[in-house]
């Protein structure tokens, strides 16, 4: 199993399969970017991805997340999924989408083999959704996730970055949202990133508030299992879904980390916010594990204990869809 020094253990893996993303999300991508077959060139290949997956899985990995950029542009998604599921040692594989080719592509996603699928959704008004993505699809995206829950996919979860002016007055709708569908609302603070500096100042709101909303509302505080993320999570009596947060600015945030991130060309990156990344797309061009192996083994006592958020230091992290979030 891959441990750092700070004995924290590490058995999930985010996959960036492309920086490449269709929406222009305010706090992230807020000019786009250029989707063309250019860009796309150097996303990581299949059998790239395979060898990858293989090695991380060696090392104790048991779940991948697959995410980008928007990592339903990729034509071979199906493929992506396909070669995660089938992976010796690899029980989950996740994907996290903005829901753009979801009703179309879900049926597919899940015959390959997924199993777990979050779904951003910042605001479940059509206008506001449409003003903070540049697209009015959420009654698209709405369909694909009904679909999803058609299909028994059973670990779906809503993600909504939580913005003063844009989201905050809005929670009432979404733990309405969860009352009678069995879905996790994943609230996540938002975060500075190199570009969104601005941004962030207006709009960050610490979960802390929302917190105390589900408290006096009695929502009651999951005890944390012994290989749980950094999440809050809560439930409730009354709703079939749940409520987490995410807040990377509450004290002791990462001392239950338990995730490492490859980007689409390849590079592993030891935390969201660091100021270097090490590519390891050079051993991928073999099907030997070992030097793969080797690098991550050797890589992951380079592993801080903590990010610089605090510090209003986001590292070389010019936006989350440079790595997948
Ligand atoms: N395009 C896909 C999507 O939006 O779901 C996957 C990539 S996106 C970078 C992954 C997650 O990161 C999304 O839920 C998005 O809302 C979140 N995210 C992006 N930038 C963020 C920021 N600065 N702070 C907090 N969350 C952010
Ligand atoms: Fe694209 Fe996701 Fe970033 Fe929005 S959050 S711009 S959908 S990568």
Redesign the pocket.
């Known amino acids: 199993m891959l441990t750092d020094s700070f004995d924290r253990r590490f058995s999930y893996l985010r996959l960036s399969v492309t920086e490449v ?1 269709n ?3 305010d706090y ?2 807020p000019d786009g970017t250029d989707c063309g077959a250019e860009a796309r060139a150097q996303d990581l290949t299949l059998d790239e991805i395979r060898r990858l997956v293989a090695a991380f899985a060696k090392l104790g990995t048991r779940k991948v997340r697959i995410t ?3 990592p339903s542009l990729r034509k071979d998604l199906v493929d992506i999924i396909r070669i995660c599921k089938a992976t010796p040692g690899i029980e989950t594989v996740a994907l996290t989408t ?1 829901g753009y080719r979801l009703a179309k592509d879900i049926d597919a996603w899940h015959e390959a083999g997924l199993d777990a699928l979050n779904v ?1 959704i910042d605001s479940l008004d059509h206008a506001k959704f449409e003003l903070i ?1 540049g697209h009015n699809k959420l009654q698209q995206i709405l369909q694909g996730l009904a679909r999803a829950a058609e299909l028994g996919i059973n670990n779906i979860k809503v993600n909504a970055v939580l913005m003063k002016h844009y989201n905050d007055d809005a929670m009432d709708d979404f733990f309405d949202f969860v009352k009678a569908r069995p879905i996790t609302l994943r609230l996540i603070e938002l975060m500075r990133t190199g570009d969104n500096e601005a941004f962030f100042n207006r709009h960050h709101l610490s979960g802390q508030a929302i917190i105390n909303q589900l408290k006096a509302n009695h929502w009651q505080e999951r005890l944390p299992g012994t290989h749980a993320g950094p999440a809050r999570e809560f439930w409730h009596p009354d709703y079939s879904g749940g409520i987490g947060l995410i807040m990377p600015y509450s004290k002791d945030f990462c001392n239950t980390c338990n995730r490492l991130r490859v980007s689409s060309q390849g590079a592993l990156f030891l935390c969201l916010f660091v100021d270097q990344h090490q590519s390891l797309r050079h051993l991928l061009q073999s099907d030997d594990s070992q030097p793969v192996m080797d690098f991550l083994q050797q890589a992951i006592k380079g592993k801080t204990i903590s990010h610089n958020l605090h510090q209003q230091n986001p590292g070389s992290t010019r936006q ?2 440079m790595i997948g979030g």
């Open positions: 993303c929406f222009r999300c992230c991508l980008g950029g928007e903005n951003s993505t989350l869809a």
